[in-house]
Protein backbone atom coordinates (compact mmCIF):
# COMPACT_ATOMS: atom_id res chain seq x y z
CA UNK A 1 0.00 0.00 0.00
CA UNK A 2 0.72 3.98 -0.48
CA UNK A 3 3.13 4.84 3.07
CA UNK A 4 4.87 8.15 3.58
CA UNK A 5 7.85 8.24 5.99
CA UNK A 6 9.44 11.84 7.29
CA UNK A 7 12.46 11.12 9.48
CA UNK A 8 11.92 13.82 11.68
CA UNK A 9 10.31 13.79 14.46
CA UNK A 10 11.22 16.74 16.10
CA UNK A 11 13.47 19.48 14.88
CA UNK A 12 14.64 22.32 16.23
CA UNK A 13 16.30 25.76 15.44
CA UNK A 14 17.03 29.62 15.81
CA UNK A 15 15.42 31.74 14.35
CA UNK A 16 16.69 32.66 11.04
CA UNK A 17 18.29 29.69 10.13
CA UNK A 18 17.07 27.66 6.99
CA UNK A 19 15.39 23.97 7.76
CA UNK A 20 14.59 20.92 5.50
CA UNK A 21 11.96 18.77 7.09
CA UNK A 22 12.37 15.18 4.90
CA UNK A 23 9.62 13.71 3.09
CA UNK A 24 9.57 10.03 0.77
CA UNK A 25 6.96 8.09 -0.60
CA UNK A 26 5.63 4.65 -1.99
CA UNK A 27 3.13 4.23 -4.44
CA UNK A 28 2.60 2.14 -6.63
CA UNK A 29 0.08 4.99 -8.64
CA UNK A 30 0.90 8.61 -9.95
CA UNK A 31 1.37 10.77 -6.66
CA UNK A 32 0.05 14.25 -5.46
CA UNK A 33 1.85 15.27 -2.71
CA UNK A 34 0.71 17.27 0.16
CA UNK A 35 2.54 19.76 3.15
CA UNK A 36 0.34 20.33 5.99
CA UNK A 37 0.85 22.53 8.50
CA UNK A 38 -1.13 22.15 12.36
CA UNK A 39 -0.62 24.94 15.11
CA UNK A 40 -1.50 23.92 18.40
CA UNK A 41 -5.30 23.44 18.73
CA UNK A 42 -5.96 24.40 15.08
CA UNK A 43 -7.19 22.59 11.70
CA UNK A 44 -4.40 21.42 9.35
CA UNK A 45 -3.82 23.93 7.10
CA UNK A 46 -2.84 23.18 3.44
CA UNK A 47 0.99 24.39 3.12
CA UNK A 48 2.41 23.04 -0.26
CA UNK A 49 1.13 20.42 -3.26
CA UNK A 50 1.99 19.38 -6.28
CA UNK A 51 1.94 16.68 -8.66
CA UNK A 52 4.18 17.85 -11.31
CA UNK A 53 7.46 16.19 -11.62
CA UNK A 54 11.03 18.50 -10.80
CA UNK A 55 8.86 21.79 -10.76
CA UNK A 56 9.50 24.19 -7.53
CA UNK A 57 6.52 24.76 -5.51
CA UNK A 58 6.11 27.76 -3.12
CA UNK A 59 4.03 29.33 -0.42
CA UNK A 60 4.70 31.93 2.63
CA UNK A 61 8.25 31.24 2.07
CA UNK A 62 8.19 27.32 2.52
CA UNK A 63 8.93 25.73 -1.02
CA UNK A 64 9.49 21.84 -2.13
CA UNK A 65 10.23 20.16 -4.95
CA UNK A 66 8.56 16.66 -6.29
CA UNK A 67 11.09 14.18 -7.39
CA UNK A 68 9.91 11.42 -8.94
CA UNK A 69 12.65 9.60 -9.11
CA UNK A 70 13.77 9.80 -5.56
CA UNK A 71 10.04 9.66 -4.61
CA UNK A 72 10.56 12.65 -2.28
CA UNK A 73 9.07 16.17 -1.46
CA UNK A 74 10.91 17.84 0.87
CA UNK A 75 9.74 21.14 2.85
CA UNK A 76 12.34 23.94 3.00
CA UNK A 77 12.47 27.23 4.32
CA UNK A 78 15.66 29.75 4.03
CA UNK A 79 15.01 31.75 7.06
CA UNK A 80 12.61 30.47 9.64
CA UNK A 81 10.58 32.47 12.30
CA UNK A 82 9.09 31.84 15.75
CA UNK A 83 5.65 31.45 14.16
CA UNK A 84 6.31 28.83 11.91
CA UNK A 85 7.04 26.36 15.26
CA UNK A 86 4.12 23.91 14.68
CA UNK A 87 3.79 20.48 13.24
CA UNK A 88 4.42 19.40 9.81
CA UNK A 89 2.67 16.66 7.69
CA UNK A 90 3.92 15.37 4.67
CA UNK A 91 0.80 13.52 2.80
CA UNK A 92 0.57 11.38 -0.26
CA UNK A 93 -2.66 11.13 -2.73
CA UNK A 94 -2.53 8.68 -4.95
CA UNK A 95 -4.85 9.37 -7.78
CA UNK A 96 -6.80 6.06 -7.98
CA UNK A 97 -7.65 6.94 -3.87
CA UNK A 98 -10.51 9.10 -4.63
CA UNK A 99 -8.58 12.34 -2.82
CA UNK A 100 -8.06 10.20 0.50
CA UNK A 101 -4.40 10.89 2.00
CA UNK A 102 -1.78 9.12 3.27
CA UNK A 103 -0.11 10.99 6.30
CA UNK A 104 3.59 10.91 7.37
CA UNK A 105 4.03 10.66 11.06
CA UNK A 106 4.52 14.63 11.63
CA UNK A 107 7.50 16.86 11.85
CA UNK A 108 7.31 18.87 14.94
CA UNK A 109 9.23 22.28 14.19
CA UNK A 110 10.35 24.62 17.23
CA UNK A 111 12.02 27.77 16.29
CA UNK A 112 13.96 29.03 19.53
CA UNK A 113 14.58 33.21 19.79
CA UNK B 1 -9.79 30.26 8.76
CA UNK B 2 -11.08 27.20 8.08
CA UNK B 3 -14.30 26.89 6.18
CA UNK B 4 -15.35 23.37 7.62
CA UNK B 5 -17.34 23.62 10.67
CA UNK B 6 -17.12 20.91 13.20
CA UNK B 7 -19.32 20.60 16.51
CA UNK B 8 -18.77 20.57 19.40
CA UNK B 9 -14.95 21.45 19.81
CA UNK B 10 -14.69 19.40 22.79
CA UNK B 11 -16.35 15.75 23.80
CA UNK B 12 -16.47 14.00 26.77
CA UNK B 13 -18.08 10.83 27.16
CA UNK B 14 -18.12 7.58 29.86
CA UNK B 15 -17.26 4.44 28.61
CA UNK B 16 -20.12 2.70 26.91
CA UNK B 17 -21.90 5.88 25.67
CA UNK B 18 -22.69 7.22 22.17
CA UNK B 19 -20.05 9.98 21.25
CA UNK B 20 -21.72 12.40 18.01
CA UNK B 21 -20.02 14.80 16.52
CA UNK B 22 -20.90 16.97 13.32
CA UNK B 23 -18.95 18.80 10.31
CA UNK B 24 -20.16 21.19 7.81
CA UNK B 25 -17.99 20.81 4.88
CA UNK B 26 -17.07 23.66 2.87
CA UNK B 27 -19.77 24.89 -0.15
CA UNK B 28 -19.41 23.26 -2.88
CA UNK B 29 -17.13 20.55 -1.88
CA UNK B 30 -18.32 17.13 -2.79
CA UNK B 31 -16.42 15.02 -0.85
CA UNK B 32 -16.14 14.73 3.29
CA UNK B 33 -13.48 12.90 5.09
CA UNK B 34 -13.21 11.77 8.59
CA UNK B 35 -9.94 10.89 9.85
CA UNK B 36 -8.76 10.24 13.50
CA UNK B 37 -5.45 11.84 14.38
CA UNK B 38 -4.64 10.05 18.03
CA UNK B 39 -2.34 11.77 20.73
CA UNK B 40 0.84 10.86 18.88
CA UNK B 41 -0.81 13.25 15.99
CA UNK B 42 -0.92 9.86 13.82
CA UNK B 43 -3.83 9.88 11.57
CA UNK B 44 -6.05 7.53 10.61
CA UNK B 45 -8.65 7.50 7.52
CA UNK B 46 -12.27 6.13 8.70
CA UNK B 47 -15.00 7.07 6.36
CA UNK B 48 -15.38 9.29 3.20
CA UNK B 49 -18.82 10.40 1.23
CA UNK B 50 -19.15 11.63 -2.22
CA UNK B 51 -22.28 13.26 -2.14
CA UNK B 52 -24.01 11.39 0.56
CA UNK B 53 -22.75 7.88 -0.64
CA UNK B 54 -19.61 6.31 1.09
CA UNK B 55 -16.78 5.52 -0.94
CA UNK B 56 -14.14 3.86 1.37
CA UNK B 57 -14.20 2.86 5.28
CA UNK B 58 -12.08 1.09 7.27
CA UNK B 59 -13.30 -2.16 9.46
CA UNK B 60 -12.99 -0.12 12.37
CA UNK B 61 -15.99 2.49 11.01
CA UNK B 62 -18.29 -0.31 10.04
CA UNK B 63 -18.66 -1.98 14.08
CA UNK B 64 -18.75 0.93 16.49
CA UNK B 65 -19.12 3.46 14.28
CA UNK B 66 -21.59 5.17 12.06
CA UNK B 67 -20.92 7.92 9.85
CA UNK B 68 -23.41 9.95 7.15
CA UNK B 69 -23.57 13.16 4.84
CA UNK B 70 -27.00 13.66 4.34
CA UNK B 71 -27.91 16.20 1.79
CA UNK B 72 -28.92 19.70 3.23
CA UNK B 73 -27.89 19.10 6.69
CA UNK B 74 -24.84 18.47 8.42
CA UNK B 75 -22.32 15.56 7.90
CA UNK B 76 -22.00 13.14 11.38
CA UNK B 77 -19.91 10.80 13.08
CA UNK B 78 -21.30 8.56 15.80
CA UNK B 79 -19.45 6.02 17.76
CA UNK B 80 -22.21 3.78 19.13
CA UNK B 81 -20.38 2.54 22.25
CA UNK B 82 -17.04 4.53 23.22
CA UNK B 83 -13.65 3.06 24.57
CA UNK B 84 -11.16 4.27 26.27
CA UNK B 85 -9.00 3.77 23.14
CA UNK B 86 -11.69 5.82 21.06
CA UNK B 87 -10.13 8.92 22.99
CA UNK B 88 -8.54 11.35 19.73
CA UNK B 89 -9.09 14.27 17.84
CA UNK B 90 -11.85 13.53 15.00
CA UNK B 91 -10.75 15.96 12.25
CA UNK B 92 -13.17 16.23 8.88
CA UNK B 93 -12.17 17.95 5.78
CA UNK B 94 -14.12 18.14 2.86
CA UNK B 95 -11.94 18.66 -0.66
CA UNK B 96 -13.72 20.19 -4.46
CA UNK B 97 -11.46 17.15 -6.38
CA UNK B 98 -7.52 16.51 -4.89
CA UNK B 99 -7.31 19.01 -1.84
CA UNK B 100 -8.43 18.26 1.41
CA UNK B 101 -9.75 20.62 3.76
CA UNK B 102 -10.13 20.39 7.55
CA UNK B 103 -12.00 21.45 10.13
CA UNK B 104 -10.60 22.31 13.90
CA UNK B 105 -12.06 18.52 15.22
CA UNK B 106 -13.83 17.32 17.65
CA UNK B 107 -11.31 16.05 20.82
CA UNK B 108 -12.88 13.47 22.47
CA UNK B 109 -11.75 12.11 25.80
CA UNK B 110 -13.58 8.76 26.92
CA UNK B 111 -13.60 8.20 31.36
Known amino acids: GDSVTQTEGLVTLTKGLPVMLNCTYQTTYSPFLFWYVQHLNEAPKLLLKSSTDNKRTEHQGFYATLHKSSSSFHLQKSSVQLSDSALYFCALSAYTNTGKLTFGDGTVLTVKP | NSKVIQTPRYLVKGQGQKAKMRCIPE?????VFWYQQNKNNEFKFLINFQNQEVLQQIDMTEKRFSAECPSNSPCSLEIQSSEAGDSALYLC?????????FGSGTRLTVL
Open chain 2, 93 to 101: ASSPRDTLY
Open chain 2, 27 to 31: KGHPV
